[in-house]
């Protein structure tokens, strides 16, 4: 069914075509739907709709909506839309554990002056290994940018 059009040989939800909510191992506001897409050329225009029933040759495309972002995913033949959704559930479902135990970086970092910025550069430089005389053309080079006193986002 295609916005209250039913559509023959289009399927209203399969094992494969349906958009699965991810509960296990995420959060309550943050469900990951992720729903299997035909590309199609309709009138000289390329659009999505959901995969029929029945396998074809089409341009199988996986559509995962999480935390209100969605990205689409390149399948290709029909044979890998089953292999591609479990690997693409997976990897959210080890993100979410990765962020519920604290092992992401925050995504945004706040309000840090330059100098600290420099400073947390330089030291996780360290910590990599970095050889010495790499650590220090890094300080050279970031201690021109001291006398910036704000920086803006664009």
């Known amino acids: 069914m295609i916005r209250g059009v039913a559509v023959p040989g289009y399927a209203r939800a399969t094992d494969l075509t349906a958009a699965t909510p991810r509960k296990t191992g995420i959060g309550q506001r943050e469900t990951a739907m992720i729903g299997v897409y035909i590309r199609l050329k309709i009138d ?17 495309w996986l559509k ?34 990765a962020r519920k135990y604290g092992l992401v970086a925050p995504t945004s970092i706040g309000h840090v002056t330059v100098a600290e910025g420099i400073e947390k550069f330089i030291q996780r430089k360290i910590m990599a290994g970095k050889r010495p005389g790499t650590v220090t053309a ?14 803006e986002a664009a």
Do not use: C, M
């Open 64 to 97: 995962s909506t999480y935390n209100g972002r969605q990205k689409w995913h390149r399948i290709g033949r029909y044979d890998g839309v089953k292999k591609a959704k479990l690997l693409l559930e997976r990897a959210q479902e080890r993100s979410e554990a």
């Open 138 to 151: 890094y300080k050279f080079t970031l201690g021109l940018f001291k006398f910036v006193k704000k920086i």
């Open 44 to 60: 000289g225009k390329r659009t999505f709709r959901v995969a029929p029933a029945k396998p074809g040759e089409y341009e199988y």
